[in-house]
């Protein structure tokens, strides 16, 4: 549990549900005015970033987000049925434009078997994964473990950028 920092503005752009309505005519509507996008209510970002963790399949019963507009906080409640989907979750909300914190209230399923918890480690501009495995594992090949330990929050290899977090497991 603790608060974990990201970068605003940053990552992920949740896809809001609202919709404008348009004309049903088709007839010209220049002289209507479109109007300005606005910006998404706090329960609107938290409802859009349940959805975005309760997408990526993770292990988690219980789970519920809350939004502070006012900070940028995202707190995250739930029982993860492993530290690794704990801090997926973490990493699959602050990893969202809107958030520049995440307040961590879950609690892991006591297991026979506890793991470590990961480092957590912030992109910078011309890294890659192997140069970050170089760094962490003084093994540049071990790029994978890094990539398969941040699943599903990577699709591809290739797919890291400046200010994301990722998982180093040990």
Do not use: C, W
């Not at 940053?10 to 549900?17: A, N, P, V």
């Amino acid at each position: 549990m603790g608060i974990f920092d990201f970068v605003k503005g940053i990552g992920d752009k949740l896809q809001g549900k609202k919709e404008q309505s348009q004309p049903t005519t088709s007839e010209p509507t220049a002289s209507t005015p479109t109007p300005a996008p606005t910006e998404p209510t706090a329960q609107e970002i938290a409802n859009q970033l349940l959805s975005h963790i309760q997408g990526l399949g993770l292990a988690i019963t219980s789970l519920s987000v809350n939004y502070n507009s006012d900070t940028d906080t995202a707190v995250i409640h739930g029982q993860a049925q492993s530290q690794a989907d704990k801090e997926k979750v973490i990493l699959a909300a602050g990893n969202v434009a809107h958030v520049a914190q995440v307040d961590d209230q879950m609690t892991v399923v006591e297991t026979a078997e506890q793991e470590s918890p990961s480092q957590f480690y912030t992109v910078q501009s011309g890294d890659t994964l192997s140069k970050i495995s170089k760094q962490f594992y003084d093994d540049a090949n071990k790029y994978n473990t890094i990539f398969e330990a941040n699943k599903p929050l990577l699709k591809d290899v290739n797919s890291i950028y400046p200010g994301q977090v990722l998982r180093i497991p040990e």
